[in-house]
């Protein structure tokens, strides 16, 4: 399999979106969520979308960027940062409901 690597964010939609309808979910720039970071709080947090503890020091960022490795290319893993970092590979999305 070979697999083209881009050192850079691209801009929204380069890629196919998921099945979900969703595009650039993973690998384009890490994105912010309301999250507190909780370094145990998911092993006993409601299974269904659990929010986070109600205050911490971090915040969560999800989703990888173009500079993590493998390990941090997944929705799943969660990144403890504090609130006002900024770098180019982090972002945020916005949503319309």
């Avoid at 697999?3 to 964010?9: E, H, N």
């Avoid at 006993?44 to 390990?71: C, H, I, K, M, Q």
């Amino acid at each position: 399999m070979r697999v083209a690597a881009v050192l850079l964010v691209l801009l929204v939609g380069q890629k196919l979106p998921n099945p979900w309808g969703l595009y650039d979910v993973v690998g384009n720039a890490s994105q912010w969520v309301a999250d507190w970071f909780g370094e145990n709080y998911y092993q006993t947090s409601e299974p269904l979308d659990p929010a986070g503890p109600p205050a911490g020091r971090f915040r969560v960022l999800r989703g990888g960027s173009w500079d993590n490795g493998p390990l941090g290319m997944s929705v799943l893993t969660r990144f403890a940062y504090d609130q006002g970092t900024r770098t180019n590979s982090i972002g945020f999305r916005c949503v319309a409901e």
